[in-house]
């Protein structure tokens, strides 16, 4: 009367035909992770710089504030301490958050330069990837036409 069709033999006879090349699913995680390791750097390397810009800037003005907070012998004095570290302090802001600029063009420079590379190497696996997915493709249809 009825055959069953058995599905589990027809998917093996499939996938049979269309063999799973896992070596681009490895290539593409060791390249995302080569990229993840190089953004990391790039992003460690500016904290750091930040980081060491930030302690510069904080010994500056306790190194400033020392002055400002010695006794004066008159009150016109405390005046004119008050306005030679205002000053001071904004100079120094100046220059310390120009540094802070730097970095920041720095890191983005380098990230967009890691993206541009990374975009070029996917663009050429994915090539490749499609190229031998044709190719195996077209091998198991030839191979089905002569079964």
């Known amino acids: 009367m009825t055959k ?7 998917f093996k006879d499939v996938m049979g035909a269309f063999p799973v090349d896992t ?16 953004l990391s750097g790039v992003a460690l390397n500016a904290a750091g710089k930040s ?8 010994k500056d003005t306790l190194a400033k504030l020392g002055e400002f907070s010695k006794a004066k012998q008159e009150p016109g004095d405390y005046a004119k301490a008050m306005s030679d570290f205002a000053s001071a ?3 120094v802001a100046a ?3 120009a540094a802070f600029a730097e970095i920041a063009k720095k890191a983005q420079m380098d990230t967009v330069e890691l993206m541009m590379a990374a975009g070029k190497d996917l663009q050429e696996d ?3 990837a499609v190229k031998k997915a044709s190719e195996n493709v077209q091998n198991a249809g030839a191979k089905a036409t002569v079964k």
Do not use: R
């Open 95 to 97: 220059e310390h958050m």
């Open 51 to 58: 980081a060491d810009i930030s302690s510069k800037w904080t």
């Open 126 to 128: 994915t090539t490749a």
């Open 23 to 38: 070596t681009a699913m490895e290539g593409a995680f060791k390249s995302t992770a080569s990229l993840n390791e190089k």
């Open 4 to 10: 069953n069709v058995d599905v589990t033999a027809m």
């Open 89 to 91: 302090s904004a100079e």
